[in-house]
């Protein structure tokens, strides 16, 4: 059972978008989509979203399903705007509630967004099945990153999200409200029990080193050479490397706008009385200290 897989880069936010679709029935899934914008002005855009709505068109698909691996922290979710143009069902993890009350409080959002996933069509349970036209798939919750955070297994191949990069460039940081490494290495043994031959998707490469881009591996591949995980590393191993590194990393750019549109299942805001929709900047609640440690 192998899906058809385009892979669609967004460089401003190194993000990988999925269109993927059972060549038989021709019913596809959208996973991880991108909402453009530019923090200097607020403006958002639709250019990579466009793009994937038009190669579904070209090729004829029916959208099923636009799939997050989790509420992103690097870039706001094109979801809503794909549903507007070809319709199909918004999902993400049930774990998506946790991440809501947390980050409700931090941005006041009270009575505005309601902490239980009620702006997604699909809050998926941990090993949950589901089908794309006549392929099985299903939903691990792979907590760690964070809360919510999803792989979902189509067929052969493994969306893994934030979880895992590619071999050279580890695994996703940990530091975030939610995060445990822990959980996370536990989280990565449960993908890494997927057969050897699974095709694993990144949603990242940050191109370690300035190497080509890539973004597909195998199982087989991830246990002989991930640089954080390999067959052999020990939790307290990982939990002691993977810790030393996130004390070293500042917050993603765009964490602010982005957990604000994409814990609403990628809504925007309102538009207020002046018909401008506005976005909040909470002061000294998210990263260290400047000048801290």
Avoid at 51 to 59: G, T, Y
Avoid at 262 to 282: D, F, S, T, V
Wanted: charged share 20%; aromatic share 8%; proline share 5%.
């Amino acid at each position: 059972m192998r899906p058809e897989i385009k892979a669609f880069f967004h460089q401003p936010t190194w993000t990988m978008t999925y269109v993927v679709a059972d060549p038989s029935t021709k019913r596809a899934a959208v996973i991880d989509p991108v909402l453009d914008y530019d923090p200097a002005s607020g403006r958002t855009g639709t250019v990579a979203a466009d793009e994937v709505i038009a190669w579904l068109r070209a090729q004829q698909l029916a959208l099923d399903w636009i799939l997050e691996t989790h509420a992103h922290a690097d870039h706001l979710s094109g979801a809503q705007h794909i549903k507007r143009a070809l319709g199909g069902s918004v999902a993400i993890g049930e774990g998506i509630r946790s991440v809501q009350r947390t980050f409700v409080e931090v941005f006041g959002l009270q009575g505005e967004v309601a902490a239980d996933g009620s702006q997604f069509d699909h809050l998926f349970r941990d090993g949950e099945g589901f089908k794309l036209g006549g392929i099985d798939a299903r939903a691990l919750h792979t907590p760690g990153h964070t809360d919510d955070s999803l792989t979902y297994v189509i067929g052969n191949a493994a969306f893994v999200g934030d979880t895992m990069f590619m071999p050279d460039g580890g695994t996703a940081r940990c530091d975030f409200p939610g995060g445990d490494a822990g959980k996370l290495y536990r989280s990565i043994q449960r993908i890494l029990a997927l057969p050897p031959a699974t095709r694993l998707f990144m949603c990242h490469d940050y191109q370690p080193g300035g190497r080509e881009l890539r973004y597909e591996t195998t199982i087989a591949a991830q246990r002989a050479e991930n640089a954080y995980i390999k067959d052999g590393a020990t939790e307290a191993q990982f939990v002691a490397q993977r810790t030393a590194r996130d004390a070293t990393l500042g917050m993603p750019a765009l964490i602010l706008p982005a957990i604000q549109v994409n814990i609403r299942g990628g809504h925007l805001p309102a538009k207020e009385g002046n018909g401008i929709a506005y976005l909040k900047l909470p002061l000294d609640q998210v990263g260290k200290p400047i000048g801290g440690k």
